[in-house]
C-alpha cells in the first residue's frame, strides 16, 4: 500500500508541474500587448548635449568643441615612445627629486629617504584634444586636455629611529587641462626660448596609497582629504595665471643682432710639417667664428708649400664681441681620403681695438688645451691680419633687413619676377680622373656654367645668375650639376659628372629667399651650397 501511495505522490508532482507550465506560458502569451511601436531612431546631431552625455560618457572634446583638434598622431607616438620615455622620466624626477629630499629630511629628523621601485606602468597617458591659439605676439600657446589612467609602482622607504616604513602609490589617474605656452620665438634651435605650463582648473588626481601593505586610502574619510589638499597644493602653485617656466635657451643670446663686421686677412703661413709621402703638403686654411652656425670660410689650396702666400680676405658678422673668437684651422689638402689636420689657434675678440687693424703671428697647435703636452711640437706659423669694425647706429641691420631680398629690376615683365641663383661652394666633391670642378645650371632651357677650380675638392665659386621670367616658377625645378674637365689636352676622360641635384623651385616663390646645402646626387658624400631668390617689382 506504501508503495502504491508514493508512486500516485510522484505521478502527481510530476502532472501538476507539467500543467503548471503550459497554463503559465499560455497567460504570457495571451496577455502580451499587441501594441508594439518601432523604436525612435534619430541622428546623434538631432540629440541635446545632455543625451549625447548620458548615452557617451566619454565623448572627446574635438567632437563636443570645434576649436580643439585631433591628436591621434600625438597619442600614436607616445605610445610606442612610453617605454623609453618612462625610464627618462623616472630618471629626471629622481634627479629633482634627490635634492629636495636632502634638504626636507633633517627638519623632520629622518635617517633616509629614497626611492626603491620608480616606474610609470606600462599604460601612457592620451591627448583627448589640443587648442592652439593664434596671437600676435611672438609666442605659441597650446592647452591640451590630458587624461592618464596608468599602473605605475612607486615605493618610496623611509628610514628613522632605527625603523623602516614603506609607502606604495598605486592605481594613478590624473586629469588635467594645462596650458603650455613657447616663448619667445627666436631664430635659433629649438626656435623658443622658453615653456611656460599652467593649470586652466584644478586637476583630478586618484590614486591608491599603501603603507605596510594595508590601503591607507580605504580609511573613512581620508581619501576626500588627501585629494583636496593635493588639488589645493597643485593649484596654489600651477593654477594660472601662475606658471612654471623652464629655461631652455638664453633669449639675450638668442636674440642677438649683428654689432659688427671683423675684416680677416689670410697672409701667410711658415714652417709647416710635412705630410705628403714626398716630403711636402697642400695647405689651405679654414676660418671660423665661434658661436656661429655659418659655414666656414677657406683659402685656396697651395699645392707641395711649406710656406705658403694666400693674402686672402674674408668677412664675418660678429654678434657679441665680448664672448667671440675667431678659430684658424691649417689642413693639408689630400686628393682621396680625409684631409689632414696641421694645426690650429684663435684669437679672442676682445683682444681686438675697434677699428684698428693687427697683424698678429699665431703658433700653430695640436689643441687648445694649455696642459697637452703635444702643444711642445713646432707645426709653424700662420700670419693674419685681424679688422674688427663695429656698426654704427645708422648702420645697425635689423630682423627685418637681415632677410629682405631686393626687388627686380624695371624691365621685369609685370605679374612676373627674377630668380636669382647664387653658387657659393662645394664640399668633397670627387671625381675618378680629375677634379677641376664646376658648376652647369640648366633651367626652361637657359644653361649658366661658373668658372673652372683646378685641383679642389672644396671648391668657392660665389657665382650669381640671373633668369628673368614672366610668372613665378611655382610648379618648376632647377637642375644643378658638378662637373670636372680635364686640364690636360686630350680625347681620354676630357669631362665627367661629379654629382647633381633638382631644386623644386616652390619654397623659393613662397619665402622669397633659401639659402641651403644640398646632398648631391650619384656623388659619395659630396655638398652644394646654393642661394636661390625670387624678386619682383612690388
Known amino acids: 500500500m506504501g508503495f502504491i501511495s508514493m508512486l500516485l505522490g510522484f505521478s502527481g508532482f510530476g502532472i501538476g508541474v507539467s500543467a503548471g507550465l503550459l497554463i503559465g506560458y499560455y497567460l504570457f502569451i495571451y496577455f502580451q500587448s499587441t501594441d508594439v511601436k518601432k523604436p525612435d531612431i534619430r541622428p546623434l546631431v538631432e540629440r541635446d548635449s545632455d543625451t549625447l552625455q548620458s548615452m557617451l560618457s566619454e565623448i572627446p572634446l574635438w567632437v563636443k568643441n570645434p576649436d580643439f583638434d585631433r591628436v591621434d598622431w600625438l597619442n600614436k607616438f607616445i605610445e610606442y615612445m612610453w617605454p623609453y620615455l618612462d625610464k627618462a622620466i623616472c630618471k629626471t624626477a629622481k634627479e629633482i627629486a634627490k635634492p629636495i629630499i636632502a634638504e626636507q629630511i633633517p627638519k623632520f629628523k629622518v635617517d633616509s629617504v629614497e626611492f626603491e621601485t620608480l616606474t610609470l606602468g606600462t599604460l601612457p597617458p592620451t591627448f583627448q584634444g589640443m587648442k592652439v591659439y593664434v596671437t600676435d605676439e611672438k609666442e605659441l600657446i597650446m592647452e591640451p586636455s590630458l587624461k592618464w589612467a596608468g599602473n605605475p609602482n612607486v615605493t618610496v622607504v623611509a628610514r628613522a629611529f632605527g625603523l623602516k616604513a614603506t609607502v606604495q602609490v598605486v592605481d594613478l589617474q590624473v586629469f588635467a587641462a594645462p596650458r603650455i605656452t613657447l616663448k619667445p620665438l627666436v631664430p635659433s634651435f629649438p626656435c623658443f626660448a622658453k615653456i611656460c605650463v599652467s593649470l586652466m582648473e584644478k586637476p583630478h588626481v586618484d590614486f591608491g596609497l599603501r603603507l605596510f601593505g594595508a590601503d591607507l586610502m580605504s580609511i573613512p574619510g581620508l581619501y576626500r582629504f588627501v585629494q583636496e589638499q593635493i588639488k589645493d597644493q597643485v593649484a596654489n602653485m600651477y593654477l594660472w595665471p601662475r606658471t612654471l617656466e623652464v629655461q631652455i635657451l638664453d633669449p639675450s643670446k638668442a636674440l642677438k643682432k649683428p654689432v659688427g663686421i671683423l675684416h680677416v686677412k689670410v697672409l701667410k703661413a711658415m714652417k709647416l710639417r710635412k705630410k705628403d709621402v714626398l716630403g711636402a703638403s697642400d695647405p689651405y686654411v679654414k676660418i671660423k667664428l665661434t658661436e656661429s652656425k655659418l659655414p666656414s670660410k677657406k683659402t685656396t689650396v697651395k699645392h707641395k708649400n711649406l710656406n705658403p702666400i694666400w ?65 711642445e711640437k713646432s707645426r709653424g706659423q700662420i700670419v693674419v691680419e685681424l679688422l674688427y669694425k663695429p656698426f654704427k647706429d645708422e648702420d645697425m641691420p635689423t630682423f627685418e633687413d637681415a632677410g629682405a631680398v631686393p626687388k627686380a629690376s624695371e624691365e621685369t615683365p609685370p605679374g612676373g619676377g627674377e630668380l636669382v641663383v647664387r653658387v657659393h661652394e662645394a664640399q668633397d666633391v670627387e671625381g675618378k680622373h680629375h677634379t677641376n670642378p664646376y658648376v652647369r645650371i640648366l633651367f626652361k632651357g637657359e644653361k649658366k656654367k661658373t668658372k673652372h677650380v683646378k685641383k679642389n675638392r672644396d671648391p668657392r665659386w660665389d657665382a650669381e645668375f640671373k633668369f628673368t621670367l614672366e610668372e613665378p616658377p611655382v610648379n618648376d625645378k632647377l637642375h644643378v650639376e658638378v662637373c670636372s674637365a680635364s686640364s690636360n689636352i686630350g680625347l681620354l676622360h676630357p669631362k665627367e659628372s661629379l654629382g647633381y641635384v633638382d631644386i623644386s623651385l616652390g619654397d623659393v616663390v613662397h619665402n622669397r629667399r633659401i639659402n641651403e646645402k644640398y646632398h648631391l646626387i650619384d656623388s659619395r658624400n659630396g655638398k652644394i651650397q646654393i642661394e636661390l631668390q625670387w624678386r619682383t617689382v612690388s
Open 311 to 375: 693674402d686672402e680676405e674674408f668677412n664675418m658678422v660678429v654678434k657679441d664681441p665680448e664672448s667671440q673668437a675667431v678659430e684658424f684651422q691649417v689642413y693639408d689638402w689630400e686628393q682621396v681620403g680625409k684631409h689632414d689636420k696641421m694645426g690650429m689657434n684663435v684669437v679672442p675678440l676682445k683682444e681686438l681695438v675697434p677699428d684698428e687693424p693687427k697683424t698678429l703671428t699665431l703658433d700653430l697647435l695640436k689643441t687648445m688645451d694649455p696642459n697637452d703636452v703635444q702643444n
